[in-house]
T-cell receptor, first 111, second 117 residues
Framework: QQQVKQSPQSLIVQKGGIPIINCAYE??????FPWYQQFPGKGPALLIA?????SEKKEGRFTISFNKSAKQFSLHIMDSQPGDSATYFCAASGSARQLTFGSGTQLTVLP | DSGVTQTPKHLITATGQRVTLRCSPRSGDLSVYWYQQSLDQGLQFLIQYYNGEERAKGNILERFSAQQFPDLHSELNLSSLELGDSALYFC????????????????FGPGTRLLVL
C-alpha cells in the first residue's frame, strides 16, 4: 500500500514539446506529493510539490495536475528545453514525512 | 546547491568491511533522512532522525545503523558489506519531522557513491 507507480520509464520529446509523466498511489494517508529532478551524478532537487486540497499547481514551466479521487497525479513540462533532460521522480509522503518514490522517468529533450 | 553536504563523495571498499558516511544538514534543519538509490530498487528510504532521536525506519538492513549528533550532523554506518550494498546513498534534511497539514520539503545532498568489490 506504500507503493507509488510512475510511468513512462523513459520519454523522448522535441524541444518545445510538452512531456507528461504520470504517477499513481494507493495509500490514502499520503498528503504531500513532490516531484524531484535528478541530473547524472547529482542529488534529487525539488521541482514542485502539491497537497491534495489543490487540483493543479504551476511554477514556471512546470505544472502538477492532481486527481484525488483517482489517486493520480502528473507532471507537465511546458516548452521543454534540452536542459530539462534529466530523470524525474514523483514521490509521496504522509504524516511520518519519509518519501516514497516512484521508479523514475528518464526524459530526453531533443534540440 | 541544496546546503546539505555529504562526505565522502566516492568510497571503494571490499566485501566484509565497514564504512561510515557523513551528512551535515542545512542550517536550521532538525530532521535528517537517509535514502539508498540503486538500479534495481530505485530510491528507498532507510531511516530518519529528528533532533538526535530516531524517528522512523524504512528498508534498512540490520547491518546498517545511523545516528544524529548534538550538532545535528548524521552518520550512516554500513558493516559486513556485500556486493549488493553498492549504491548511491543520499542524505536529505528538512526543518520539521512529522505531523501538520502538509509536507516538509526535503533537500537532498550530492550523495556518496559506494562501490563494494
Amino acid at each position: 500500500q506504500q507503493q507509488v507507480k510512475q510511468s513512462p520509464q523513459s520519454l523522448i520529446v522535441q524541444k518545445g514539446g510538452i512531456p507528461i509523466i504520470n504517477c499513481a498511489y494507493e495509500n490514502t494517508a499520503f498528503d504531500y506529493f513532490p516531484w524531484y529532478q535528478q541530473f547524472p551524478g547529482k542529488g534529487p532537487a525539488l521541482l514542485i510539490a502539491i497537497r491534495p486540497d489543490v487540483s493543479e499547481k504551476k511554477e514556471g514551466r512546470f505544472t502538477i495536475s492532481f486527481n484525488k479521487s483517482a489517486k493520480q497525479f502528473s507532471l507537465h513540462i511546458m516548452d521543454s528545453q534540452p536542459g530539462d533532460s534529466a530523470t524525474y521522480f514523483c514521490a509521496a509522503s504522509g504524516s511520518a514525512r519519509q518519501l516514497t518514490f516512484g521508479s523514475g522517468t528518464q526524459l530526453t529533450v531533443l534540440p | 546547491d541544496s546546503g546539505v553536504t555529504q562526505t565522502p563523495k566516492h568510497l571503494i571498499t571490499a566485501t566484509g568491511q565497514r564504512v561510515t558516511l557523513r551528512c551535515s544538514p542545512r542550517s536550521g534543519d532538525l530532521s535528517v533522512y537517509w535514502y539508498q538509490q540503486s538500479l534495481d530498487q530505485g530510491l528507498q528510504f532507510l531511516i530518519q532522525y529528528y533532533n538526535g532521536e530516531e524517528r522512523a525506519k524504512g528498508n534498512i538492513l540490520e547491518r546498517f545503523s545511523a545516528q544524529q549528533f548534538p550538532d545535528l550532523h548524521s552518520e550512516l554506518n554500513l558493516s559486513s558489506l556485500e556486493l549488493g550494498d553498492s549504491a548511491l546513498y543520499f542524505c536529505a534534511s528538512s526543518v520539521g519531522a512529522s505531523g501538520g497539514a502538509g509536507g516538509e520539503t526535503q533537500y537532498f545532498g550530492p550523495g556518496t557513491r559506494l562501490l563494494v568489490l
